[in-house]
């Protein structure tokens, strides 16, 4: 079973910026990619953003130029650095690893509005 704590998350308006924060236990963070999700009001969930153990990471197309997910290794926390937010990146986002475990966190709700 996976353990997070998911955090960062809120209001804001279009162009704004919000970081994201993950924090997980030794053994999970150590040993497998990170990534964060997100679902979507009526939609399925979907990976975002993940980083490996060595640091490579990978976002999806509609993020890349404005985003960047990093490790926290002393804190065993993976942060989501997201900058000039849409509305359409209203959504839960979740911390989970590659491939997903079973059980999910809480998440942490981020609304883009005007």
């Known amino acids: 079973q996976v353990q997070v704590v998911e955090s960062g998350g809120g209001l804001v308006q279009p162009g704004g910026s919000l970081r994201l924060s993950c924090t997980t236990s030794?053994?999970?963070?150590?040993?497998?990619?990170i990534a964060w999700y997100r679902q979507a009001p009526g939609k399925e969930r979907e990976l975002v953003s993940f980083i490996t153990t060595n640091g490579a990471t990978v976002q999806i197309e509609s993020v890349r130029d404005r985003w960047t997910i990093s490790r926290d290794n002393t804190k065993n926390t993976v942060n989501l650095e997201m900058n000039n937010l849409k509305p359409e990146d209203t959504a839960v986002y979740y911390c989970?690893?590659?491939?997903?475990?079973?059980?999910w966190g809480q998440g942490t709700q981020v609304t883009v509005s005007s």
């Open positions: 030794t053994r999970i963070f150590s040993s497998f990619t």
């Open positions: 989970n690893t590659v491939p997903n475990q079973d059980s």
